[in-house]
């Protein structure tokens, strides 16, 4: 009797180490500026549900040239000037989850890689930015920061050097890191071709709690012919060796080859899609010809892509058709002369058997704001929900992350961070019981500062930025792994840099 007993409590204990030790992360991004939108589109701190993630970023805060951390938005992300503190209001979302982490991200696509590039270079500044984001993140309440370099090597970074700096740069951030009790992650480029050009990836792999394989825009209108934004498999037409690289399973296996371990990998997944205008309504399938990007959608505004909610609608009030690609287990719908090809919970639950197969770390999702928060089209948080019920058996996460929970972190004083300066007013109404968006008012004379967050003087729905090429749209901010995408003051252009896409 004593021993099966022994038996049975070694057994339970087996079955729930197993648990702990398999225990999947949901990592959500989100898109701040979504603040922003109008009508139902309008996400706000208070729009999320914390049992639904494990850990929450934040995006994004910038990286100077000496060293330090950049506010983007002063006005929305603290509370000084009557300010709206979203990120205070976002650290308190573990006051209900206790369980739950947050991050800060630095960077995205609009940042760049010129800044960093500097900042890696230099062991002064290197150690000069790893205190200052550990003092960030400790003084507004954050675990830990993700890198969002975007990317080493590429685009106005040093191809010479960036890809050995960036391990140099890692290290100094683990260790400042360690010290605070912090968590540091990163989001990478997904395939061979592009990961093979910044990334040292076993040494890398060394200071990272997780990576978060940013596995989406593998596809999208800067080509000439449809496809699909994050194929989990190769298709009828990748053809060459390039396009044999652009799905989830290719760029999940070079991470693996290179010696990462499984459980630090969190795989990407699109809570949106790319989308195409078709250059002939009669041809709608994947490769077919196209002239451009699709229309904007009614929410994000931005051509070539639709958020999650604003495709549901189109499927439900437009009727668009919509089709299931068999080789690459993924959908796509269409109407008209305009197509998107994106993820739902079909091809979100087989993504999710592939991380059990693979026995990855779990999911990072971009991003939270474009689902279908308001349960319009359905349940509400559809897809966000449909990676809960797949990974942890329910609606709401209570898997607590073991191997990823920082210790106790040090409270610094209050310090003064750089900004950009900011123009907003802008009144939204918000409304879930109607499909028609909501209009927005503005008031106040339009000044146009040289940095930061402003409304475009042409659309007051609309916000974008000031760089030093011209206006830059709020939308066009967000994390983006393909590295053909491109921006002019006029509107955001592709062009591809691989002869053969």
Not at 5 to 10: A, F
Not at 48 to 64: E, K, Q, R, S, W
Not at 358 to 363: N, Q, R, S
């Amino acid at each position: 009797m004593v021993s099966a007993n022994v038996t049975g409590l070694v057994l339970t204990t087996i079955v729930f180490l197993s648990k702990i030790i398999n225990a999947k992360n949901i990592v959500c991004y989100y898109g701040t500026w979504a603040t922003y939108r109008n009508g139902n589109g309008k996400f706000v701190v208070d729009n999320i549900d914390p049992f639904l993630c494990t850990h929450l970023i934040y995006a994004f805060v910038g990286i100077n040239a000496n060293g330090t951390i950049r506010v983007l938005d002063p006005w929305l992300d603290l509370e000084d000037n009557w300010g709206l503190g979203t990120m205070r209001q976002f650290n308190d979302l573990k006051n209900s989850n206790h369980k739950l982490k947050t991050l800060v991200a630095v960077g995205g696509w609009n940042e760049g890689s010129e800044k960093f590039s500097t900042v890696a270079e230099s062991p002064i500044l290197r150690k000069r930015f790893a205190q200052d984001a550990a003092r960030f993140c400790s003084y507004h309440g954050f675990d830990g920061l993700d890198v969002d370099w975007e990317y080493p090597a590429q685009r106005d970074g040093d191809p010479t050097v960036d890809r050995e700096n960036f391990v140099l740069f890692l290290a100094d951030l683990r260790e400042e890191f360690s010290n605070r009790g912090l968590l540091l992650t990163a989001a990478v480029a997904a395939t061979e071709s592009s990961a093979s050009i910044s990334y040292n990836i076993p040494e890398i792999s060394k200071y990272l709690d997780f990576i978060n394989v940013m596995a989406y825009d593998l596809h999208g209108p800067w080509e000439s012919k449809t496809g699909h934004n994050a194929p989990l498999f190769v298709g009828l037409h990748d053809n060459t060796t390039n396009k044999m690289q652009l799905n989830v399973k290719s760029s999940i296996s070079y991470w693996l080859h290179q010696g990462v371990p499984a459980r630090k990998i969190m795989l990407g997944v699109a809570f949106y899609g790319r989308s195409f205008t078709l250059r002939s309504n009669s041809e709608h399938g994947v490769g077919a010809p196209t002239s451009g990007p699709g229309q904007a959608g009614q929410y994000t505004y931005e051509s070539g892509f639709l958020g999650y909610n604003e495709i549901c609608e189109k499927l439900i009030v437009d009727k668009w058709n919509q089709n299931w690609d068999a080789d690459q287990k993924v959908p796509y719908a269409y109407s008209g002369n305009q197509w998107v090809g994106f993820d739902n919970d079909e091809s979100l639950s087989l993504k999710c058997d592939f991380v059990d197969q693979y026995e990855l770390g779990g999911v990072m999702l971009w991003s939270i704001e474009t689902d279908d928060f308001h349960g319009r089209c359905g349940e509400k948080f559809t897809l966000l929900n449909t990676l809960n019920s797949k990974l942890f058996g329910s609606t709401a996460s209570t898997v607590a992350t073991t191997s990823m929970q920082p210790s106790t972190t040090t409270n610094d004083s209050a310090p003064t961070w750089s900004t950009s300066p900011v123009e907003t007013t802008v009144t939204t109404t918000v409304s879930t019981s109607t499909i028609t968006q909501s209009t927005s008012t503005t008031s106040g004379e339009f000044v146009c500062v040289t940095t930061g967050y402003i409304r475009d003087p042409e659309n007051c729905a609309k916000f974008g930025q000031t760089v030093n090429t011209g206006w830059i749209t709020v939308e066009n901010l967000r994390s983006a792994q393909n590295p053909q995408r491109r921006q002019t003051t006029e509107n955001y252009k592709f062009r591809n840099r691989d002869s053969d896409l």
